[in-house]
């Protein structure tokens, strides 16, 4: 049973920084690599794509509107993935999933922004910037 457990949300005033982290227990996967992701997810709108993480390796794919302020990172010895926000602005508010699924070569990447590649959800964490 695989579970994903988001923490680190809360207010921020635009132009300040939270720290999402993920919890990942009971991961199954039998492939030797992996994708974990962040996604967000405002009111009445779909749930998009923030930043991926390919795993082991490291190799971060970011969403055009947060790179160079946000960025993914992990510690596999504690099985958690981060995001650090930077520069929040107003529009990002919302709910911020995690999210684990396979990797594959899509032309150019590993991991792809697309919620349908992700398997596993967690709950997600609410995050409030004013």
């Known amino acids: 049973h695989v579970q994903l457990v988001e923490s680190g949300g809360g207010s921020a005033q635009a132009g300040g920084s939270l720290r999402l982290s993920c919890q990942a227990s009971g991961y199954g996967y039998t492939a030797s690599s992996y994708c974990m992701g962040w996604f967000r997810q405002a009111p009445g709108k779909e749930r998009e794509g923030v930043a991926a993480?390919?795993?082991?390796?490291?190799?971060?794919y970011y969403a055009d509107s947060v790179k160079g302020r946000f960025t993914i990172s992990e510690d596999i010895a504690k099985n958690t993935v981060y995001l650090q926000m930077n520069s929040l602005k107003p529009g990002e508010t919302g709910t911020y999933y995690c999210?684990?699924?396979?990797?594959?070569?899509?032309?150019?990447?590993?991991?792809?922004?697309?919620?349908?590649?992700?398997?596993?959800w967690g709950q997600g964490t609410q995050v409030t910037v004013s």
């Open positions: 993480i390919y795993l082991p390796y490291g190799r971060s």
């Open positions: 999210a684990a699924g396979p990797a594959s070569w899509y032309g150019g990447s590993w991991c792809r922004l697309s919620p349908g590649d992700f398997s596993y």
